[in-house]
């Protein structure tokens, strides 16, 4: 018997929720070996953390058509020197003969793309930063801006010889009002801190994600990240109220006095959300934070096949409705990889089935939820729908199911590497994408036992936004493999009227890509802007478009 | 006794919700003489109807200092048979001599302003925007595209000879897919007309307002209405996935196919939400519906001061949380207009308080929001926070509620006129406003009995927006109240770190008051947009910025 509540096809009314007091309630300890995203988060704080062993080549030998723009000056002394002029020996890092003093800036996360900088920027101020900017306008010296450098497209690292402008210094929370729930912070605030000051309050950001131990909420504003929570709290277009901006001539926009509407001119502060560092650093973040629940409920359910996952989301948007915050859906391959990857941790079913789907609610009233997804659960089971499952008896439980979702990204690169694809496509078509590329690169003769490079594709994500992530879990990354999945991918994608990137961004992976989302039109329009804010192009160049 | 269910300062416990049955249950029948937000739209649809009978002047001759902009041509017959030679009789309407013909056209709906245009185009597909945008383009024809002219400052009609482009017959609805929620529809589609369509469907629009029997979906995205759902819905910069814009020159930007989540490039759409007609026309809506609530309830409540008004205000936020859908609050003189205004209608209270609440929940499951909305309201009550107060017992009771809060903005013009702010501020300075304005207008011996000019200022709005609407009932539009009010009331705002369109836009009446709310960057870059998107200036000119 499972330690958790129990759900099962023939008997369906064993499950029990925490307040209905069954006899074998008991707490799961996942013991001395256990993960949890919080200890893997905490880790990258306090040393530089890759998802990979393999050391990356230069991305100038790995894509050896991309050239640096000669528009760019490169750095000289006199450069330094005027830098030293006004930051601190702690704002400003030469690199040595190696780089390997500032090599955990010049990589990205997974290890695909390494630039060459020679010079990492960490400015303390606001000020500091426009002036960096005007002089690199002015001088033409091009520029990365980097947060916690956990992007997934290559965006936050230089290509070539891009001074790296990282906004770690400037991370303190500004202010926050209980009443209205607006909180203001710097760039640099790291997303968890932002958090757990506002969970004090009785609040929460409204948004969360995996890499919280280490990304800043200017990145996640810049990069207009998903993740966890936007299905219920909705995308930071929405919640995002006002933000500071140095422009690349290093002049200070600055709207963070915006109150929740404000309707006078052009929201200019959307262009800016999701911008990826192209037009613009983000200094300063004003948000409205959402009330914490009071109640977190979370439940952890096998189906037969994919399309009844989808019946299960129709069902639990009806049921749930307004307490419904996280409805995320994984293949059986998935969680293979991720068993692997967790060793000795128990998995929550007894058995395996073809696919999972992990629930949660949040709401202001722990009897009335409980109530809530008694019903659903109890009218998923009797339609069968739901074959098995259980429910987190307490908040333990509630965060080891969790993990079973979100430590599928470190897991599916266990065996070496991962193409990671990020994309939006209407829900009847989302998992045929997996299968595809399962079948085409069986075909090529790749995928399979080593020394074949591709263990296999894997597919899992946010069901109730219509992301799918599919990871294609490598042993090493081949120009065979990505030849066989580019454009592939991004093809099957347009077809079907996807994004190419649901959250992740364009950055340096999909900069050629974009085409497959956008109209010629679009496009057009958005080179406009970049050349009409950025006129020297020195603003994070050879990505986003 | 009233006739709803009763709340009372003394016996606070008599109050009573639809499931508790109590005895003095009944539906409030409020007779012939009913009014409804429902009928008043409803007749506008068949004949325009004003919010006062006074006739409007020429803006020309009211603001002699605004002049027409020599850069445009005077339509010529050359023009007209060009247009001709595309659109049929029913799409294009030339003024008669004495503009009757159009003058519903080329008024606002507060009568305050009055343009001189001598030609209305209705196109019927999007292709024909287009042409007529290239060519007034290449001519330099100024053009005020028109949604369901609802708006409330002066922003829909011509200031002079301006071609009057309506999206009137652009009005179908194209699709919409009960699993994800996504809409799609043309810009002239009626507000009321697509919520009735996707009530059907078990969704509701994610915005409703008053206007919204005559408004258009493209109007109130163009110009980023907020209205009665945005508490519990957000604003639009969240909920509009995708656009179909034609912009100045006649190019026709589509994102109409977007997902939930599309992460490539900036997001174009958001500059076209709440930029008023100023550099492109919205012509196709694709918008994230909500799921229809299963259970509504409305309880209107009574208290002593405005203190305390925010003391329920966070009580409500905390104690109903996810189903708290509206909290609008309204003060004494607010419903003196109304109760002048709906005559026989009996108020649901029986004495008269200084302020007044309206509160909604709606969620999925009517036992749960019964008993939430119960236990807020005796915490409330026991605090001595709420002095009296009824809820709805039915439908009926619900409509007959919402109607002392939707029939203020009507009632505030029935002594001849009103001048109307929507703004922004903190919540604890959002009445001192109102206070401000009585006391400023009775100096200046403006307000009092006939024939002074002003009855007296009121305040309303959506207090979980920290959205005030400040109403200046008059007997007549004189020049020294405009100039009592102005800019007292935008530097008011200003110094309190607040909007001075909170909702409303900028349009004619608030295009040199921007300033107020804006930095001088944030302008530049406005600016700097609209010269960009549109060099001729053609697009809704004498407006905005």
Request: aromatic share 10%; with cysteine; net charge negative.
């Amino acid at each position: 018997m499972n330690k958790y509540g129990r759900l099962c096809r023939s008997t369906h009314l064993r499950f029990a929720l925490p307040h209905a007091g069954i006899a074998n309630r008991s707490v799961l300890v996942l013991g001395r070996k256990a993960y949890s995203s919080q200890r893997v988060v905490n880790n990258i704080r306090n040393h530089r953390w890759y998802s990979s062993k393999l050391a990356p080549k230069l991305t100038a030998e790995s894509y050896p058509d991309v050239k640096r723009d000669q528009r760019f000056k490169s750095l000289s002394s006199e450069d330094i020197a005027y830098f030293r002029s006004f930051l601190s020996e702690s704002e400003l890092v030469e690199a040595n003969e190696g780089n390997d003093n500032i090599a955990a800036f010049n990589e990205d996360w997974m290890r695909k793309y390494k630039g060459q900088s020679k010079l990492l920027l960490k400015p303390k101020t606001v000020v500091n930063v426009s002036r960096i900017m005007k002089y690199c306008n002015e001088n033409k010296l091009a520029v990365v801006p980097q947060g916690g450098n956990t992007g997934l497209v290559g965006g936050s690292v230089p290509v070539f010889d891009e001074i790296i402008l990282s906004l770690a210094n400037i991370n303190k929370i500004r202010e926050f009002d209980p009443v209205s729930g607006i909180f203001k912070c710097d760039a640099g605030v790291i997303l968890e801190a932002a958090n757990d000051y506002l969970e004090e309050q009785g609040y929460i950001f409204p948004l969360d994600l995996g890499a919280k131990g280490s990304c800043h909420v200017g990145g996640v504003v810049a990069t207009n990240a998903g993740g966890l929570r936007l299905l219920r709290y909705g995308s930071l277009h929405g919640s995002v109220l006002g933000l500071e901006v140095v422009l690349p001539n290093g002049k200070i926009v600055n709207s963070m006095h915006s109150l929740r509407k404000d309707n006078t001119g052009y929201d200019l502060k959307q262009l800016f959300v999701g911008s990826e560092g192209t037009i613009g650093i983000v200094t300063g973040v004003s948000i409205l934070a959402a009330p914490k629940p009071k109640a977190t409920n979370v439940c952890f359910l096998a189906t037969d096949d994919y399309a009844t996952v989808q019946k299960v989301f129709v069902r639990a948007k009806q049921e749930l409705s307004e307490i419904l915050s996280a409805f995320e859906f994984m293949d059986d391959k998935s969680l293979l990889l991720t068993k692997e990857h967790l060793k000795d941790v128990q998995f929550p079913l007894e058995n395996e089935y073809p696919f999972y789907i992990l629930i949660e609610t949040s709401g202001s009233n722990k009897e009335h939820d409980d109530s809530k997804l008694e019903a659903f659960l109890e009218s998923a089971m009797e339609d069968g729908l739901v074959v098995d499952g259980v429910v987190a008896q307490d908040e333990t439980e509630l965060a080891n199911l969790w993990q079973w979702r979100e430590m599928i990204p470190e897991s599916s690169q266990s065996h070496g590497g991962v193409y990671k694809y990020d994309v939006s496509l209407p829900l009847k078509s989302m998992y045929s994408l997996v299968e595809a590329c399962n079948e085409r690169l069986t075909e090529a003769g790749l995928l399979g036992d080593a020394p074949k490079p591709v263990v296999f594709a894997i597919g899992y994500g946010h069901v109730g936004d219509g992301n799918l992530h599919l990871n294609i879990a490598v042993r090493e990354y081949t120009k065979d493999v990505e030849k066989c999945l580019e454009p592939f991918v991004y093809e099957f994608v347009q077809s079907h009227f996807g994004s190419v990137s649901a959250e992740h961004g364009l950055g340096f992976q999909k900069k050629n890509y974009i085409g497959y989302s956008k109209t010629p039109e679009e496009i057009e329009i958005i080179k406009d802007i970049k050349n009409h804010f950025d006129p020297n192009g020195i603003m994070n160049p050879y990505k986003y478009v």
